[in-house]
């Protein structure tokens, strides 16, 4: 799942201090803004940071496309529970699905800070490719 990050010359990049920081918060900045909007808008810290560094870093681009991504997957998932919720007889089922979903968010953004502050890029598990 973490691998260096390769050039297009097939050499292997190690990103800077700055990278590694950046892109640790564009795997931190979906949980936090996950808290802040009670999940709503977990897509939006790292959409920016994509914005900002698309075309600086391609360490820091594909970080932040990937929690993005994953957000996006993450966001459906909890959607989905609220329409089983409100079905009423699914509501044991909407538990269920918004508790993986919070659960694997929380695991797989950590694992993936923790593989960026090391030079790592991490493959999230799913996600809806929409940034690259």
């Known amino acids: 799942m973490t691998s260096p990050i390769p050039d297009p010359s097939g050499q292997s990049l190690t990103p800077t201090s700055d990278e590694r920081t950046w892109a640790v918060l564009g795997h931190l900045a979906a949980i936090v803004?996950?808290?802040?909007?009670?999940?709503?808008l977990s897509f939006v810290g790292p959409l920016v940071i994509w914005a900002i560094y698309k075309d600086r870093s391609a360490f820091v681009r594909q970080a932040a496309a990937g929690s993005f991504n994953f957000n996006l997957a993450v966001w459906v998932?909890?959607?989905?529970?609220?329409?089983?919720?409100?079905t009423v007889i699914l509501i044991p089922i909407a538990l269920i699905v918004w508790f993986v979903a919070v659960v694997a968010a929380l695991w797989y953004h950590?694992?993936?800070?923790?593989?960026?502050?090391?030079?790592?890029?991490?493959l999230y598990p799913w996600g809806i490719p929409v940034l690259h």
């Open 33 to 40: 803004a996950a808290i802040v909007s009670v999940g709503w």
């Open 77 to 86: 998932a909890i959607i989905a529970g609220w329409i089983m919720f409100f």
């Open 110 to 122: 950590v694992r993936a800070a923790m593989a960026a502050g090391r030079g790592e890029s991490f």
